[in-house]
């Protein structure tokens, strides 16, 4: 079994993909940091399966495949799962941990753990690592368990906060300047303090998270078969499409102000979009979806 998983998943197709040319011979922070940092810029979050006629699943080696071999993105499941395998082959201590994502409709927590984070030890201290969570609240590097220290990094401060076992992650933007040309707000935040997701620290299995598979890609009230989201995060910024609605938002443009433009395409243009600023050529043939339900970048 180990010699066909080495044929069809390799450390050095990975690192090649994430444009990671350091060491990492020692399972230390510092790699950790890179790794993190490296993925989210060259790997994109997005549900673009679900709109062009393919499935998605938690097996490690098609995840492997399709985010690797076919320089595809993905959602959570997808992205964690690699990034699990990695840090357990170069020898991290890795758990992965179920999460709630904040429902800003209903102001709490649902019970249905729909994301997929991992916390890694080092030198006994503990950190959540996720680089599947996009758009501007994704983090760039690893999380330190510390409840109530502000965390500053590129897209703002984020902030762990834990009472009873429940582990919860904020993150406190800066203003948006949209381009005057753009006139719907929809997909900004209007507040910013930012309610991410929670967890507690009881190990979550890959397997589990199949049982909400099918809510998330076939529910008609889950975000995903809402709208068609991709997010690529760049050096001093990301980049966005939701449905048709392209755009790209450079953090810090100004003291306490991030620059924000969009633009909306035609069907044509989404598809040259999302080779020549994502990195993604499609199977298949992409139907995009931007239904009114609530959801900002």
């Not at 991290?92 to 649902?110: E, F, M, S």
């Not at 989404?270 to 609530?294: C, D, Q, R, S």
Request: contains cysteine.
């Amino acid at each position: 079994m180990e010699g066909w998983l080495k044929g069809k998943m390799n450390l050095e197709e990975y690192f090649s993909r994430i444009h990671f040319v350091g060491s990492y011979d020692t399972a230390d922070l510092t790699t950790l940091n890179q790794i993190h940092e490296q993925h989210v810029k060259h790997i994109p979050f997005e549900n673009l399966s679900i709109h062009s006629g393919e499935k998605i699943v938690t097996n490690i080696e098609a995840c492997f495949d399709k985010l690797i071999k076919k320089k595809r993105g993905g959602w959570c499941s997808e992205n964690n799962s690699v990034l699990a395998w990695v840090l357990k082959k170069l020898g991290y201590d890795i758990t992965l941990l179920g999460a709630c994502v904040y429902d800003t409709r209903q102001k709490a927590y649902p019970t249905m753990k729909t994301h997929i984070i991992i916390k890694v030890v080092i030198d006994g201290n503990t950190y959540i690592a996720d680089v599947g969570f996009g758009f501007s609240k994704q983090i760039r590097q690893p999380l330190a368990m510390i409840s109530g220290k502000d965390q500053p990094q590129i897209p703002g401060i984020f902030r762990l906060t834990e009472e009873n076992g429940f582990w919860c992650v904020d993150k406190i933007s800066r203003k948006n300047h949209p381009e005057q040309s753009y006139h719907d707000p929809s997909l900004l935040e209007k507040s910013n303090v930012v309610k991410m997701y929670g967890f507690t620290l009881e190990p979550f299995s890959i397997e589990k998270f199949d049982s909400c598979l099918s809510y998330l890609q076939e529910s008609p009230e889950s975000l995903f078969t809402n709208k068609s989201i991709c997010s690529l995060q760049t050096t001093d910024g990301l980049r966005t499409l939701v449905g048709w609605t392209y755009g790209e938002i450079t953090y810090k443009y100004k003291e306490d102000m991030d620059l924000v433009i969009f633009k909306t395409l035609t069907n044509e243009e989404v598809e040259y979009t999302l080779k020549e600023k994502f990195g993604i050529t499609l199977e298949n043939k992409l139907v995009p979806v931007n239904n009114a339900i609530y959801f900002t970048v």
